[in-house]
């Protein structure tokens, strides 16, 4: 089965880091960029970080600039998101999505028609 699968979420206080795992089952992620998204309850889904296919782009929206930290290991067919210095506008279910885009791009914006959505895991930010 092809499918991308979140992990690494959970409850961290403010100030505090997690890092994400989006890992690829069933295909390779070589010739895919990949993009970070997160949905807060009651709000749209939003880009947070995007990455190009061999790792040489990488794209941080304003609000998580310095924050976060994308990167990848495609032997390992995996993609991760450090999160430091958490705020509690940071909670959110994250998202990570596939797609094949020109080899020095990388895409966040969700109206981009990613090939594959992973299930999403849960950040949340509370002291």
């Known amino acids: 089965q092809l499918q991308l699968v979140e992990s690494g979420g959970g409850l961290v206080q403010p100030g505090g880091s997690l890092r994400l795992s989006c890992a690829a089952s069933?295909?390779?992620?070589?010739?895919?960029?990949i993009g970070w998204f997160r949905q807060a309850p009651g709000k749209e889904r939003e880009g947070v970080s995007c990455?190009?296919?061999?790792?040489?782009?990488?794209n941080y929206e304003a609000s998580v600039k310095g924050r976060f930290t994308i990167s990848r290991d495609n032997a390992k067919k995996s993609v991760y998101l450090q999160m430091n210095s958490l705020k509690p506008e940071d909670t959110a279910v994250y998202y990570c999505a596939a797609g094949i885009l020109p080899e020095y791009d990388c895409s966040d914006d969700v109206s981009t028609p990613f090939d594959y959505w992973g299930q999403g895991t849960q950040v949340t930010v509370s002291s």
């Open positions: 069933g295909f390779s992620l070589d010739s895919y960029a």
């Open positions: 990455i190009s296919s061999r790792g040489a782009y990488t």
